[in-house]
């Protein structure tokens, strides 16, 4: 464990023996940490994908948190043994880019580390704009400032609780990217609707976040029914629940992990019926197709949706 700024700590995650591989893992990913208490909760992989041997991640103390940060911060220590999830990732590099543009909003700084490693690697030409309050709340600062100094690469801090400073101009530092470039954005819920305000123009395709919290309340009206066309089962989902909850109390039970819809665990292919998306996992293209959706927190604008269980 490591004090990376204000408030946040970083942690270094290794296999115990006699393990001493984890599984490989992409740029942008993230796992599950279970712990102690019962929490789940999911945290960006922050070092470079190439490493194998360990895992990095970094927690900031949410002034609102619901328990996971603050058990992070006060209840685990150097040497416990933790359970985590493998990788996902919902948050991939597009390799393919001619330029990288990365938004960061504070701890949202933890999976564009490990994409700007991977670019480092693979020499692609990046840019990162990172806003923080100040410079002391900002993690990484000094590796940034160092990476910055090779080819290919541009950081531009922007603390705006330091003297002077000022909110980050989205609107302004999106028109200076070009228009081929692909932009990502990980940070607060203000950060990312701006960052979607100011990319609704761009291709879909070429225009990345990942959020930390749901923006969207959980379809929670109930008044349709769910079939499982594996094994034949159908349940009426009542107002006030979840198709999770409903799958749940009949004893069958997916994976799921935050219940929130923004760690993509519990993501089910829809065979038939129309879902009412609420997480903030798939993109709106992804949505539209109306072939998947996640159960924790979506529900139906159909009388009727049949699922792949
Ligand atoms: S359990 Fe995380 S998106 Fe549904």
């Given at each position: ?48 994908p ?32 933790l ?38 690697t693979?020499g ?86 990942e ?9 929670t ?88 269980l």
């Amino acid at each position: 464990m490591r004090y990376e700024a204000t408030s946040v700590i970083g942690l270094e995650l290794v296999p115990l023996p006699p393990l001493n591989e984890l599984p490989a893992f992409d740029a942008g990913a993230h796992i599950d940490l279970l712990l102690p208490g019962g929490l789940t909760r999911q945290y960006s992989l922050l070092n470079d994908p190439a490493e194998r041997q360990r895992y990095q991640i970094a927690v900031n103390k949410d002034a609102h948190s619901r328990g996971g940060s603050r058990c992070v911060h006060e209840r685990v220590r150097v040497g416990d043994v933790l359970t985590i999830s493998a990788p996902r990732n919902h948050f991939p590099l597009d390799e393919s880019a001619v330029l990288q543009v990365f938004i960061a909003g504070g701890i949202g700084i933890t999976p564009i580390m490990s994409m700007i490693a991977r670019c480092r690697t693979l020499g692609l030409p990046w840019r990162l704009y990172y806003a923080a309050r100040t410079r002391e709340y900002a993690a990484f600062v000094d590796t940034l400032e160092a990476w910055a100094k090779g080819p290919e690469a541009q950081v531009q801090f922007n603390f705006d609780q330091a003297p002077g400073g000022k909110m980050l101009d989205l609107a302004a530092v999106l028109a200076s990217v070009p228009a081929d470039a692909h932009v990502y954005c990980c940070g607060p819920l203000p950060l990312l609707a701006a960052f979607e305000a100011a990319t609704a123009h761009r291709p879909a395709g070429q225009v990345h976040r990942e959020y930390f919290a749901a923006s969207e309340a959980a379809a929670t009206a109930g008044g349709f029914s769910v079939e499982l066309a594996r094994s034949g089962r159908s349940v009426q989902v009542q107002a006030g629940e979840s198709i999770l909850d409903c799958l749940m109390a009949i004893g069958v039970e997916p994976p799921h992990s935050c219940r929130e819809g923004i760690c993509g665990t519990c993501e089910v292919r829809v065979l038939e019926g129309v879902p009412d998306h609420r997480d903030m996992v798939l993109s709106a293209a992804e949505k539209a197709r109306n072939d998947r959706l996640m159960i924790c927190c979506s529900g139906a604008k159909s009388p009727r949706l049949v699922l792949d269980l």
